[in-house]
């Protein structure tokens, strides 16, 4: 699995766009990259996944770099309830087994 | 997409005595896996749940400590053994599934919150 790295923490305003960056300079050619947010208390849940092109769904945009070294997770208009810590993960061979790093904690301010 | 249930939601437990949780999925999936989160940290993973064969450890964690059963396609049991005080964390099931754009991904269950006194 590749390692990433992310901002420890952000805000957002709410109904504002929320950019969350990360980095997975190790990343290897077939190596997906995923979104999972965990709200306070709650399970993990799947945001979003993408290898090398953008991707939209009815959740958020996931923009990767051309060279695949970094990638930005997309609110597009926040709302206090999309706080919670967002995880980036890179996860190789198996895209079921998951190493969570730390996160960042998302705060979105009314 | 897959729909999990745990049991207990959560609970209060003696020091010595153990607790095991349930893991029900409305699908049958070929990966279970579980998972720890201690206070204030990030999710770990305990071991793979392997359905007809002994469970898959990750480094640190033991069966002994951890036995998991996988009776089926749809359900699994952790047990956490002669608890301690450390040992209070969040525990999760984990499934992978069918997901969109052709690429399985993972489902979690709400946890169980447990506690040792």
């Known amino acids: 699995d590749a390692k990433t790295t992310q901002p420890p923490s952000m805000d957002c305003a709410e109904g504002r766009a929320a950019n969350l960056p990360c980095n997975h300079s190790t990343i290897s050619g077939n190596e997906y990259v995923y979104w999972y947010r965990q709200i306070h208390s709650q399970g993990p849940q799947y945001i979003i996944h993408g290898l090398k092109n953008n991707e939209t769904n009815e959740m958020a945009s996931l923009i990767i770099t051309e060279d695949r070294k970094s990638s930005t997770l997309i609110l597009p208009h926040a709302t206090l309830r999309d706080t919670a810590v967002y995880y980036c993960?890179?996860?190789?061979?198996?895209?079921?087994?998951?190493?969570f790093g730390k996160g960042t904690l998302l705060t979105v301010n009314p | 997409s897959a729909v999990i249930s745990q049991k207990p939601s959560r609970d209060i437990c003696q020091r010595g005595t153990s607790l095991t949780i349930q893991c029900q999925v409305d699908s049958q999936v070929t990966m279970m896996f579980w998972y720890r989160q201690q206070p204030g940290q990030s999710l770990t993973l305990i071991a793979t749940?392997?359905?007809?064969?002994?469970?898959?450890?990750e480094s640190g964690f033991v069966i002994d400590k951890f036995p998991i059963s996988r009776p089926n396609l749809t359900f699994s049991t952790l047990t956490v053994s002669n608890m301690s005080p450390e040992d209070s964390s969040i525990y999760l099931c984990s499934v992978g599934a069918g997901g969109t754009s052709g690429r399985a991904q993972g489902f979690f269950g709400p946890g169980t919150r447990l506690t040792v006194l």
């Open positions: 993960i890179c996860p190789g061979g198996s895209n079921y087994k998951l190493t």
């Open positions: 749940a392997n359905q007809g064969s002994e469970a898959t450890y």
